[in-house]
């Protein structure tokens, strides 16, 4: 451990991101506790959980990724944990948290694309949030899965605009997303893994993705580490 690594520890130790008992990110029981979604029963369109039956969270709903896949729901100690990286600059769990949703995606994409993807690359943030949190939440959470995967993570997409999603409906996120997405400082890989933190409506995927076959992207397939149900 660096000496400035030894000091931040002591004054302020590493807790569980679920729980708050000092010692690691995320403990054993925490992780146990994470609201995973049964990739055997979640739909391969959107990564909902179903019970089998066909999706309530999709239907109706175009997209232009070929399937998702999402690590848990969004409820504790999950939804913690993403609000703790994002919002209070926790930048180790996107590490910890894109390790766990790559090995879900490992264990069971969603759909068995004759290729792979050959890349990975992330949902850019809006240049207000990059000023807010000083960094991209993204971007760690996609170099963990694509460390995880063995696959470059490249930088294909730039925002242009767009703001925080959060608070609006898909109609309004639909409108506001329309053309936020360009290409990025590297070519866009012929089939690629998008990453994001959260999947609610599917909407920013889907304008990611629009963007990404755009500009020259065979398939693009999602990968999110929580599912917001009822979005
Ligand atoms: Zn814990
Ligand atoms: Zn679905």
């Given at each position: 451990?660096?000496?400035?690594?030894?000091?931040?520890?002591?004054?302020?130790?590493?807790?569980?991101?679920?729980?708050?008992?000092?010692?690691?990110?995320?403990?054993?029981?925490?992780?146990?506790?994470?609201?995973?979604?049964?990739?055997?029963?979640?739909c391969?369109?959107?990564?909902?959980?179903?019970?089998?039956?066909?999706?309530?969270?999709?239907?109706?709903?175009?997209?232009?990724?070929?399937?998702?896949?999402?690590?848990?729901t969004?409820?504790?100690?999950?939804?913690?944990?993403?609000?703790?990286?994002?919002?209070?600059?926790?930048?180790?769990?996107?590490?910890?948290?894109?390790?766990?949703?790559?090995?879900?995606?490992?264990?069971?994409?969603?759909?068995?694309?004759?290729v792979?993807?050959?890349?990975?690359?992330?949902?850019?943030?809006s240049?207000?949030?990059?000023?807010?949190?000083g960094f991209?939440?993204?971007?760690?959470?996609?170099?963990?899965?694509a460390?995880?995967?063995g696959?470059?993570?490249?930088?294909?997409l730039?925002?242009?605009?767009?703001?925080d999603?959060?608070?609006?409906?898909?109609?309004?996120r639909?409108?506001?997303?329309?053309?936020?997405?360009?290409?990025?400082?590297?070519p866009?890989?012929?089939?690629v893994?998008?990453?994001?933190?959260?999947?609610?409506?599917?909407?920013?995927?889907?304008?990611?993705?629009?963007?990404?076959?755009?500009?020259?992207c065979?398939?693009?397939?999602?990968?999110?580490?929580a599912?917001?149900?009822?979005?």
């Amino acid at each position: 451990m660096r000496l400035a690594e030894g000091l931040a520890e002591l004054l302020s130790p590493t807790r569980c991101a679920g729980c708050e008992l000092p010692g690691a990110l995320l403990c054993p029981d925490c992780e146990g506790a994470l609201p995973r979604i049964d990739p055997r029963t979640a739909c391969p369109r959107c990564g909902a959980p179903t019970r089998g039956g066909a999706c309530v969270e999709c239907a109706g709903r175009a997209f232009a990724f070929a399937g998702a896949r999402c690590l848990g729901t969004l409820e504790p100690p999950l939804s913690r944990m993403v609000v703790l990286h994002k919002d209070a600059g926790e930048r180790r769990l996107g590490a910890v948290l894109g390790a766990l949703a790559a090995e879900v995606w490992l264990a069971t994409p969603p759909a068995a694309p004759a290729v792979p993807p050959e890349a990975v690359t992330f949902v850019p943030a809006s240049r207000d949030a990059l000023r807010h949190r000083g960094f991209d939440h993204a971007e760690g959470i996609a170099h963990a899965v694509a460390a995880r995967l063995g696959l470059p993570c490249v930088r294909a997409l730039t925002r242009v605009r767009g703001g925080d999603q959060r608070a609006l409906g898909r109609d309004a996120r639909l409108a506001a997303l329309s053309c936020a997405f360009a290409p990025g400082p590297e070519p866009t890989p012929p089939r690629v893994l998008l990453v994001d933190d959260v999947f609610t409506t599917g909407a920013t995927l889907h304008a990611a993705a629009l963007a990404l076959r755009a500009s020259g992207c065979a398939e693009v397939l999602a990968l999110a580490l929580a599912r917001a149900c009822g979005g």
